[in-house]
């Protein structure tokens, strides 16, 4: 079964200068357990598929599957219900909750997917080296930290799709390495397929696979 399928999708968006078309029906199917590098110059609409992808857009034209399921005209919220129980979200903003701790920022999702399982979630904890930070708030972790408990909470769930947006955009070239290999390893350890929107052919190249998005159509990954 695939993670992922899209099937002609089509946005647009006004402006001042009229309508801009972002995607002109861009088609693509990610696999289970596999992991695609999305590139693009700025403004390609990199983010914008991604965000439909995820059900926080809706596409003017085209179809939407997730886990083999038709999502395309779900309502909110059974949308957001397929969110949680489906796809996880990785963002360059980490999104962390502030009020709660690391422990409870990494259970936060899986709780709300009714999947919360402690000993996957120490073991997460584990790898991504956060055991002895489990009592510290956000404000108290670097940049790392922070991208690898947003990483941890989005993987406690077991979604089946991860869609990841530029996750290593704010942190220097070693840290985003060290958790870009951390993001694939234990996403392939939870079962679930990876779409990693990046700007960097290097972190690309550590993909299954590339797309490369242009003038809203899928080319072949330069």
Do not use: W
Not at 41 to 63: F, M, N, V, Y
């Amino acid at each position: 079964m695939h993670a992922l399928e899209l099937q002609a999708l089509r946005k647009s968006f006004d402006s001042a200068e009229g309508t801009v078309a972002v995607l002109r029906g861009v088609s693509l199917v990610l696999p289970a357990g596999q992991s695609l590098a999305l590139t693009g110059e700025s403004g390609s609409g990199k983010s914008t598929l991604l965000h439909i992808a995820a059900g926080l857009e809706r596409a003017d034209g085209g179809q939407v599957i997730v886990a083999g399921q038709d999502v395309t005209a779900l309502g909110d919220a059974q949308m957001a219900e397929m969110r949680r129980g489906q796809v996880g979200l990785i963002f360059q903003q980490f999104n962390l909750i502030p009020s709660l701790n690391v422990a409870a920022n990494l259970s936060f999702q899986a709780r709300l997917a009714g999947r919360h399982d402690t000993a996957f979630t120490q073991m997460l904890a584990q790898r991504l080296g956060l055991e002895g930070l489990m009592r510290r708030y956000p404000e108290q972790l670097s940049g790392g930290q922070l991208q690898r408990v947003a990483i941890g909470r989005c993987l406690a769930a077991r979604p089946a799709l991860v869609l990841a947006d530029e996750p290593t955009g704010n942190l220097d070239e070693a840290t985003g390495d060290a958790v870009l290999a951390l993001m694939l390893e234990l996403t392939a350890l939870a079962g679930a397929a990876l779409m990693l929107v990046t700007h960097s052919p290097r972190l690309a190249a550590r993909c299954d696979a590339r797309a490369h998005l242009r003038a809203g159509l899928i080319e072949d990954a330069p």
